[in-house]
């Protein structure tokens, strides 16, 4: 058997050996070791990791790389963020937005994302000028990665006139989720049922900005959970931050957990973004404000990790590199033991593929041949060394590649 595609010497997850991955057609073909080496490509992984291509569930493009555009951060201001890119939205063009979110895609694509939901604000301030320049980048870059709009209110929806239009005409021009950001509406249990009706009229999957803040006993999820389960769309509502679950008791944990475990609602943990935003009314002891997604694993709850921002007032620092946003969340919950960090390495590829109901990312025979080589010998050490990867596959093209680095040592 010819293939399109041989790689040799490949380590999968929780194997101990090494085997061959025949590609055909874009599609892995065969997983064994001492595959024929008759192929149009064959490339050795050299006994290293290889992993499902990285999946970001949470991200925003078209609002990263402007943190120097938005001036200085006022103090302690847990709104600042927002007011600060609200402050310069009306200066984004197409071409600006374009610019800025490929400079970000590019650097996912180097890091091993294959797939990504992309979220995009509209509203009177920006128009669709934000969506636009993010959808452009969904057929320029097909031959690396498969990308996903979700279209978001993030400076309210009630009470923000206009905004629902410009959803509705982002929804009919290509986006294919939509977002919800309650905390920005005077009547956020309004903004929730609103956003489900659209999206059971529309028959479009969910993925709210919720829950952000320390009370534990005020928390929109639990409405989530009961609409979800009205309209019958368990498995298709996903939330992004719930810190306040990070502030919870465990009793209160427990519960919540288990509230959204039965109503199929994801949480999806973006680390950066809420150590960076957190504890902003405190000056001692602040709180991390970093929910425990091993633990909501366990429990039941869908949960995954994700990037968010990139280089603006929300995260003043990153690089779509996802093992390090991994990392960071189980460093920060205090994660290290192995198993606590196999499951983390879920939570960018298995699970995150779980959330986009895309059961067929994996490493099985059938699936699409996107898959990406790591500089460990398994995830656990990956995400313990933050691991570069260094290479990339897309269909079984490859899309990247990256020397590991050469010590010069002196004669």
Known sequence: MAFDLLLTN???????????????????????????????????????????????????????????????????????AMERVSAVKHSFTVEDVNARARATLERAISHGTTTMRTHCEVDPKVGLRGFQGVKALVDAYAWAIDIEICVMP???????????????????????????????????????????????????????????????????????????????????????????????TPARFAQVAARMAAAGVALTVLPATDLFLMGRDQTENVRRGVVDGVALHRAGVLANVSTNNVQNPFTPFGDAQLIRMANLMANVTQRGDA??????????????????????????????????????????????????????????RRTFTRERAVLHRPA
């Open 154 to 248: 993030q400076e309210g929806m009630l009470d923000n006139p206009g905004t629902e239009a410009l959803m509705l005409a982002a929804l009919d021009q290509g986006a294919t989720v939509i977002g919800a950001a309650p905390n920005y509406d005077t009547d956020r249990a309004g903004q929730i049922r609103r956003v489900f009706e659209i999206a059971v009229d529309r028959d479009i999957d969910i993925d709210m900005h919720l829950d952000s803040g320390t009370d534990a006993h005020d928390m929109d999820v639990i409405l989530v959970c009961e609409l979800a389960e009205r309209y019958g769309w368990q498995g298709r509502v996903a939330i992004g931050h719930g810190t306040k679950l990070a502030s919870a």
């Open 339 to 396: 198993a606590d960090l196999r499951i983390v390495w879920d939570m960018f590829t298995r699970n995150a593929a779980r959330l986009l109901r895309r059961g067929d990312l994996g490493l099985a025979v059938g699936d699409p041949a996107d898959f990406v080589v790591v500089d460990a010998p398994d995830p656990v050490q990956a995400l313990r060394d933050i691991a570069p990867v260094l290479l990339g596959f897309k269909r079984g």
């Open 10 to 80: 490949a380590r999968l997850l929780d194997s101990t050996v090494v085997t061959d991955i025949g590609v055909t057609g874009g599609r892995i073909a065969a997983l064994a070791p001492g595959l024929p080496r008759a192929a149009g490509e064959v490339v050795d992984a050299g006994g290293c990791l290889v992993s499902p291509g990285f999946i970001e569930t949470h991200i925003h493009l078209d609002k990263s790389n402007i943190i120097g555009r938005c001036g200085c951060e006022p103090a302690r201001n847990p709104h600042g």
